[in-house]
T-cell receptor, first 112, second 109 residues
Framework: IAGITQAPTSQILAAGRRMTLRCTQD?????MYWYRQDLGLGLRLIHY???????GKGEVPDGYSVSRANTDDFPLTLASAVPSQTSVYFC???????????FGEGSRLTVL | GQNIDQPTEMTATEGAIVQINCTYQ??????LFWYQQHAGEAPTFLSY??LDGLEEKGRFSSFLSRSKGYSYLLLKELQMKDSASYLC??????????WGAGTKLIIKP
């Protein structure tokens, strides 16, 4: 059972480049999320999707976009990367009844 | 605004007991979660409290007082593998999770 798979696990990117972080789940969860985690700060929600075909903005959505064409996939795109987007990015999905989150292994992104 | 407070770092001795506190101020309350995160890894679920009282799960217990906006995670019989960050998160009235910055727990032999 894979759970949630993220790719790439690590990437160094030049500022101004476009980047898509991939996220796939095999648990058939309706809700999915993208978080960023920075030292000394809590997890911050970037975008979320409550079900396939719908998306919503989280706490820090600027500079990021998402799509949810089907239940399994929830890619996060940085249209034009900036150094402040250097972070560890976690994709997650949740059980509807309790809200328990299941996280992917994370994608460490460095923007130079 | 919404706020979750927990200590930045704590140190404890192998075999001992440690209590990690979490206080919160959120718009509404629909449950409190504790997650464990080892360095360089993803957070993993530890516990969920929605009613007042103590939930026990093996060596770990979590307590909630909704009237005080307070929770704690109690870890007994500490092991070296318990060295990790512990994240407190509250689900607000919109069912969105608000996260604390995490408590880094250091276990010494």
């Amino acid at each position: 059972i894979a759970g949630i798979t993220q790719a790439p696990t690590s990437q160094i990117l030049a500022a101004g480049r476009r980047m898509t972080l991939r996220c796939t789940q095999d648990m058939r969860h309706n809700a999915m999320y993208w978080y960023r985690q920075d030292l000394g700060l809590g997890l911050r929600l970037i975008h979320y999707s409550n079900t396939a075909g719908t998306t919503g903005k989280g706490e820090v959505p600027d500079g990021y976009s998402v799509s949810r064409a089907n239940t399994d996939d929830f890619p996060l795109t940085l249209a034009s990367a900036v150094p402040s987007q250097t972070s560890v990015y976690f994709c997650a999905s949740s059980i509807e009844s309790t809200g328990e989150l299941f996280f992917g292994e994370g994608s460490r992104l460095t923007v130079l | 605004g919404q706020n979750i407070d927990q200590p930045t770092e704590m140190t404890a001795t192998e075999g001992a007991i440690v209590q990690i506190n979490c206080t919160y101020q959120t718009s509404g309350f629909n449950g409190l979660f504790w997650y464990q995160q080892h360095a360089g890894e993803a957070p993993t679920f530890l516990s969920y409290n929605v009613l007042d009282g103590l939930e026990e799960k093996g060596r770990f217990s979590s307590f909630l007082s909704r009237s005080k906006g307070y929770s704690y995670l109690l870890l007994k019989e500490l092991q070296m593998k318990d060295s990790a960050s512990y994240l407190c998160a509250v689900r607000d009235s919109n069912y969105q999770l608000i996260w604390g910055a995490g408590t880094k727990l250091i276990i010494k032999p």
